[in-house]
Structures are given as structure tokens and as C-alpha cells.
């Protein structure tokens, strides 16, 4: 081995022992050195040099972003299963299945031997997405390997340094940004623009250069002021001058912008102790400096997905120079420079590997596609431009109230927000607000809204057009989970109904008729599984109540009778169909819509026999039936019956000219007819009480959001008296 090789083992070694303590860690990583020094002894690189120093250089990479043992021993092996005679057998043998993992996820992207260059970028898009969800240590061990190699990429030809920038560029450095890893994408950024646009590049270079003798002193003289004014009041910090870099200065002046008004040419960054530090730092500078109030933006509160966290202000400094000024604890800084690895530093105990993927599984909410799109029967093609259209670059970023992040893809509605942040916030929505704007549920929402989902209690659940709204398959399927739960529990409702209406019919007690023995006999013979089964049974009209009576009480009528009765058509009843509710197997009586809860067409309802004036019919959840057993019979309403029916609704208005107007007017464009109007309380907010007549509760339900569409209305309820 040369002088050479052993030097920068060196190097490698006293870096990674700042971090990594175990001495049965640095053994390994020794003998994953000399091992891969081994294999590729003699072998040279198309740079001119000995071939162990591309996995050193990668070694050495990862340890400015902190990685753990395994994958510093990884990166010393990574080439040797592809480029020499070792086996992954021989890897596992000698250092385990864990770092054997890593060593084949990065020989797996690596090996691509396809003849045309979209074939190859099609296979790397599939190799570096499975190998990412595999274990998110392989991701960040390539981007290493690609940053080693974009360092010496001038010995390649021309071709080849284009189409590997251009892969970096639109490949990895989105990833890079996406696990916040600052350090490296960067540096692929502006090597990546170095080859693939040396004009721009060295264009910027040149016009920095010009510049650079006098930018550095300037930001030295506002570096000593901004340090002696924190030491005056106290606050122990660091400070230093920033870098913009070349790609990030090329990208904005690729949008119009003039060279001298990119503000953050010249920058600061500002560390200290705690979070409550920053802000006090932040108000100190804007007490001193004049801020530009546009430019101000506070990620502290509102972190970015990939958990980068910092206050940013530009100022007018000295000389009237534009300063941008980034101040952030010195945790903050670790994670906006290294992201994701910054929880890679090494601990006693404790497994790096987990620590990571709970990391990747409460950031990277994006990881999670991978594997789906890896289970689906798509084309390789198919799998790339759903990795680059949904996954990569096609998402949105919108906030809660409280300032939690929410990633959604492009095109996402308030529907989607809402079943991201929860199953019953979906399901209880009744309308949204976006920047305190009302919006419809079919909005499409853009990156930094702040979203406000208003819910109701009594709401009584999703539409089913919403499944035709919603872009996540998250919500669509949430929705159709709801539908199936409600038609299944209302099923069972109706059964039990049902049973107990007969049992009563025929005087008998539900204790005495269904014992444990008994239902144990029941379930068996009818292959269920428990009572709610046999509600949702006799709920489908599966089986009949009489039957299951008949099971229980050994009265069950010979077979052939019972085939007769199922299929012999039976009497038709002479129902008065002129009537808004049927009772069943009772005509012509006398049936009242009840005053306190004004139930309308679609409401679920039940009767309740008065003493000489008839049924009176009221909604199921009405609060004066709530502890009523007897005297309520089942009803329904009449299909055939079209007409309007009167209930009451409170409108909660904010103060407003004529408020009124725009109700009504939304009342007529909903076929609603307005009956009364009352204010019930007149402060803040005003109150009206109204009726309304409609034809059903789906007409109800459009108008009273519609209603919320209404900028000053705040709420809007159905309510039962």
C-alpha cells in the first residue's frame, strides 16, 4: 500500500474517532479498510490513481455528515463485490449481514449495463428508489460515492460528463434536498452546473471574483458590528460569513433577476443557544438595522418537512449594503447542514439503524410510495414518471393553524388536508378556510397556505362526492371506509330494531329467549360470530326474525314449509301511499311531523304513538325520544312523495351590510324557500334562527355549505328545540 493510501486512512481514522468511540467500531472499520485495500491493489482509476482512494475519499465524505460504523465500513467496501473478485458471502462473513445490506444496495444502483441512456436512467430510478426503501443509509452512502466522483469527473469524456451531471442534477440532488442534506447537495448542485453549463458557471465565478476583495472586508465590518452588539447584551454566539452557492445565484438569475439584486450575496449566520436566544438576537440586528419586510421569514415556528429550522432577515447593513442574516441554535445548524444524517452521530447502546428509519418514517412521508409503486404491476417507464411526477417534484407543502407541516401532492384539495391530519376531521368536515378565506371543497390548494378545516359534531359524515373531489388515494379510501361502515352499522341498527319489536310483539324477554348457551348454539348454526353479526343478518333481510326466534325457541317449521314462504309472493298491504310516512302494517292513521326536531325527507326517523293524536314522527336523534322504550314503532318515509318540508337552522354572521341578502340569494340558487327569520342574539357575532323549507336533507346539506362559502359566516347548525 503507498505512503499515500496510508496517510489518508489516517486522516479517515482521526476524523471518525471525533464521533465514533467503540473500540470494537474502529477495529472494524481498520479491517474494512485493509480488506478493501486488498482487493483492489493495483487496480487504477481513469484519474491516475490507486483505486482505494475513491471508497477512502467516499469514507471520508460520510463523516462530515457523521454516518455510523457500518456505513464508513460500508463505504470502504462498496466497489469490491462489482469490481473485484470478493462476494457478498465474503462481505457477511467478515462483517456482518447489516453492513453486507448496505454494501448490496449500492452495488445494486450501481450496476447498470444498458445500451441507451434513457434504458440506464430508467434503471437507475428504479434501483436508487427500492435501494431508499430498503434502508435510507444506502441513499446517503451514494451520494457520497457520486459527490467523490463529480470531484474528479474531469477525467471522463465530455459525453460522460454531461449525462453524469445531468443525473446528479435530476436525480439526486431533489433527494439530497428532501433528506435536508445541505452539505452535499450543494457541491452536486454547483458541479453539476460546472459541466453541464461551464459558460454560466465560470460567468458567475468570474463576476463573485471581481467582487470578492470587497464583499469579504464588508462582511467583516458587519460581522464585527453584529458580534460586538450581541456581546453587549450578553448573548454568547457565533458568528460567520456565508457562501451563496454558484447554483443557487445561477437558478436565480435563470429567472430574470439582476446579478446585483440578489440580496444574499452577502450573508451571515448566527448561532447561539437556545431558541428564545434567536428571536432576542433577531430583535436586536432589526433594532439597529433596518429589515426589509418582505424578506423576513420565520422557519423556527414553521419548520420545512425536512426539519430545517432558522430565522432569516435581510437588512440594510453598513454602507447600505443588503445583508441576508440567518440565526439558528447550534442544533438547528446540524440539521440544516447534514439533514437527516445529523441523527447518524454515534452513541453507546444505541442502534443507528433503527434511529434512522424512525426518523425516515416521521419526515419522509414520501418513502412510504416507494414500496407501493414497487408492489404494483407498472412498466418501468410507468414507475419513473410516477417517481418524478408525485414523489419528487409534484408536492406542496401547506400548514395547520398551529403551523404543523402537511406535504400533499399537487392538485391536492381540502378534503385531502383533512383526512391527512385525521380520519374523523375528514369525516366531520362541513367546509374549509384557506388564508381565512372560505373556499370550496374542490379548491386546489398551493404550497404555504394555512388551512382551517371547520367541523361539526353533528355532522353526519363525508358525501360521496368527495371520492370524485379527492386526489389522495389516502382519502378516497377513507371516505369508501366510511360508507361501508355506516351502511354496515345502520344494518345492524335496523336488526336489532327489529328483533326486539318482535320479541316485544310476541311477549317474550330478550334475557330469557338468548342466553349465552343459546346464542352460542345460534352463531354456530349460522357460522357467525357474534350478535352484531346476527343484527346486520336480520338488518339484509339474510334472515328473518321470526326464523331466528324459531331456531332459538326449537319451534322452527319443517323445511319445505319454509322454502314455500320464501318463495311464494305474499299479499301486498294496502298501504296509503298518499301520506309522507308509512307505517308499517298500518293504514290510515294519523301521522304529525314533530315540532322539536322538524325531521325532513332523508332523515332517519321514528315514530312515537301519542294518546289520541296519532304518530308523531321525530328524527333518531332527537333528545325527547333519547330515553323513550316503548310506544315507538317503525316508520319510513314515502318515496313517491315530493314536496318541502320546514326546518330550523342557526346562521352565526359576522357584522356585515345587508348579510341577509347574499343568505337569501343562496337560498334561492339551492331551491330553498326562506319561511322565518328571527336574530336570536345581536354582539360580536349575530345569531339568526331560520326556517326553511326544503325538499331533503342532501338539498340541506349543499346550501348549508354552500352558506359557508359566505366570508362572514362563521357557523352554521340544524338544531332541535
Not at 252 to 279: H, M, P, S, W
Not at 287 to 314: A, E, G, V, W
Not at 390 to 401: A, D, H, Q, W
Not at 638 to 647: A, D, F, G, S
Request: aromatic share 8%; glycine share 4%; hydrophobic share 35%.
Amino acid at each position: 500500500m503507498s505512503k499515500d493510501g496510508i496517510s489518508r486512512y489516517e486522516e479517515l481514522e482521526e476524523k471518525v474517532k471525533s464521533y465514533i468511540t467503540r473500540e470494537d467500531d474502529l477495529d472494524m472499520i481498520k479491517k474494512a479498510y485493509n480488506f478493501a485495500a486488498e482487493a483492489h491493489l493495483g487496480a487504477i482509476r481513469k484519474s491516475g490513481e490507486p483505486y482505494i482512494q475513491h471508497p477512502l475519499n467516499v469514507a471520508n465524505i460520510l463523516t462530515t455528515v457523521y454516518a455510523d460504523a457500518a456505513t464508513i465500513c460500508a463505504a470502504l467496501l462498496h466497489d469490491t463485490v462489482e469490481d473485484t473478485n470478493v462476494t457478498l458471502d465474503d462481505i457477511t462473513a467478515n462483517f456482518g449481514a447489516e453492513v453486507s445490506l448496505l454494501v448490496n444496495g449500492v452495488t445494486k444502483i450501481n450496476k447498470i449495463n444498458f445500451s441507451t441512456e434513457n434504458e440506464a436512467t430508467i434503471a437507475y430510478h428504479r434501483k436508487i428508489f427500492v435501494g431508499l426503501s430498503e434502508d435510507v443509509r444506502v441513499i446517503i452512502l451514494k451520494l457520497a460515492d457520486r459527490l467523490h466522483n463529480m470531484r474528479t469527473l474531469w477525467a471522463l469524456s465530455e459525453e460522460r460528463q454531461k449525462n453524469n451531471a445531468r443525473e446528479t442534477l435530476e436525480i439526486l440532488t431533489p433527494i439530497a434536498h428532501r433528506l435536508g442534506i445541505h452539505k452535499l447537495k450543494s457541491e452536486l448542485e454547483d458541479l453539476s452546473l460546472r459541466y453541464l453549463k461551464p459558460d454560466a458557471f465560470y460567468s458567475i465565478v468570474e463576476r463573485l471574483n471581481q467582487t470578492k476583495l470587497e464583499r469579504d472586508q464588508t462582511v467583516q465590518d458587519m460581522l464585527k458590528e453584529v458580534s460586538k452588539l450581541l456581546n453587549e447584551h450578553d448573548i454568547k454566539h457565533e458568528i460567520k460569513g456565508r457562501a451563496k452557492s454558484i447554483y443557487s445565484i445561477y437558478k436565480k438569475l435563470d429567472k430574470g433577476k439582476n446579478f446585483n439584486d440578489i440580496f444574499d450575496l452577502l450573508a451571515l449566520r448566527i448561532l447561539v443557544d437556545t431558541e428564545q436566544e434567536c428571536y432576542v438576537a433577531l430583535g436586536l440586528i432589526h433594532s439597529k438595522y433596518r429589515p426589509i419586510p418582505k424578506r423576513f421569514k420565520d422557519y423556527i415556528s414553521r419548520p420545512k418537512t425536512n426539519m430545517y429550522q432558522s430565522l432569516h432577515t435581510t437588512v440594510f447593513g453598513i454602507d447600505g449594503f443588503l445583508f441576508e442574516i440567518q440565526i439558528r441554535t447550534h442544533a438547528m445548524d446540524q440539521i440544516a447542514e447534514y439533514g437527516i444524517a445529523s441523527h447518524w452521530s454515534y452513541k453507546e447502546n444505541t442502534d443507528a439503524s433503527k434511529s434512522m428509519q424512525n426518523e425516515m418514517e416521521q419526515k419522509l412521508q414520501f418513502f412510504r410510495s416507494i414500496i407501493e409503486l414497487q408492489e404494483e404491476d407498472t412498466t418501468p417507464e410507468e414507475f419513473v414518471n410516477t417517481v418524478k411526477s408525485e414523489i419528487l417534484k409534484s408536492n406542496i407543502y401547506v400548514f395547520t393553524p398551529k403551523g404543523d407541516v402537511i406535504e400533499l401532492p399537487k392538485g391536492a384539495t381540502p378534503i385531502d388536508f383533512a383526512y391527512k391530519v385525521h380520519t374523523e376531521v375528514g369525516d366531520r368536515m362541513v367546509g374549509a378556510l384557506v388564508n381565512n378565506t372560505i373556499v370550496p371543497l374542490d379548491y386546489e390548494l398551493k404550497s404555504n397556505d394555512i388551512v382551517k378545516i371547520n367541523t361539526n359534531k353533528t355532522s353526519v359524515g363525508p358525501n360521496k362526492e368527495w371520492i370524485n373531489i379527492a386526489k389522495t388515494n389516502q382519502a378516497k379510501s377513507k371516505i369508501k371506509a366510511f360508507f361501508f361502515k355506516k351502511d354496515k352499522l345502520e344494518y345492524i341498527d335496523k336488526g336489532n330494531d327489529l328483533l326486539h319489536k318482535e320479541l316485544r310483539k310476541r311477549k317474550l324477554s330478550f334475557g330469557e329467549i338468548f342466553t349465552d348457551e343459546n346464542l352460542d348454539k345460534l352463531f354456530s348454526n349460522l357460522k357467525i360470530k357474534n350478535i352484531d353479526d346476527l343484527y346486520f343478518n336480520i338488518g339484509t333481510n339474510k334472515y328473518t326474525v321470526g326464523h331466528i326466534i324459531n331456531l332459538i325457541t326449537d319451534n322452527l317449521k319443517p323445511k319445505e314449509e319454509y322454502v314455500l314462504d320464501k318463495l311464494l309472493p305474499k299479499e301486498p298491504k294496502n298501504i296509503n301511499l298518499k301520506n309522507d310516512i308509512l307505517v308499517n302494517g298500518v293504514d290510515d292513521i294519523k301521522v304529525n311531523l314533530a315540532a322539536c326536531c322538524k325531521p325532513i325527507k332523508g332523515d332517519k326517523i321514528i315514530g312515537f304513538i301519542t294518546k289520541g293524536n296519532g304518530i308523531s314522527i321525530h328524527r333518531k336523534n332527537c333528545h325527547n325520544i333519547y330515553d323513550v322504550d316503548e310506544r315507538l314503532i317503525e316508520v319510513r318515509w314515502n318515496p313517491n312523495i315530493t314536496k318541502k318540508y320546514p326546518t330550523t337552522i342557526t346562521i352565526h354572521s359576522e357584522p356585515t351590510k345587508n348579510p341577509l341578502l347574499d343568505v337569501i340569494t343562496k337560498a334561492a340558487n339551492n331551491n330553498v324557500n326562506i319561511e322565518n327569520i328571527n336574530t336570536v342574539s345581536k354582539s360580536n357575532i349575530t345569531v339568526y334562527e331560520v326556517t326553511v323549507l326544503v325538499s331533503d336533507t342532501e338539498v340541506l346539506d349543499k346550501f348549508i355549505n354552500d352558506l359557508y362559502n359566505l366570508k362572514f359566516i362563521k357557523k352554521v347548525e340544524r338544531i332541535i328545540k
